[in-house]
């Protein structure tokens, strides 16, 4: 069953307007097509971009967590002078 929207989508935009090394705004995690086809879109295909960017979002700030935790010193438990 298909859900009705009350309410259309607003863009996610932030107003951070720069790529990430793989085309994606480091903002909103929007492709160029579908930055500049949002307002083209169907509410239905807007849900769509909406849960690829969660995912890309979730995906960038594991590789950031990631990469935090392997740079960070080590700190092994035992004698404390």
Do not use: H
């Amino acid at each position: 069953m298909e859900q009705l929207e009350i309410f259309p989508l607003q863009s996610p935009c932030i107003g951070v307007c720069q790529l990430n090394n793989k085309g994606y705004c480091k903002g909103c995690f929007r492709s160029r097509d579908e930055r500049y086809n949002w307002l083209a879109m169907t509410p239905g295909q807007q849900q769509e971009v909406m849960r690829l960017c969660r995912g890309r979002k979730a995906r960038v700030l594991a590789a950031k967590r990631k990469a935090e935790e392997a740079a960070a010193p080590q700190v092994q438990p035992g004698w404390d002078f």
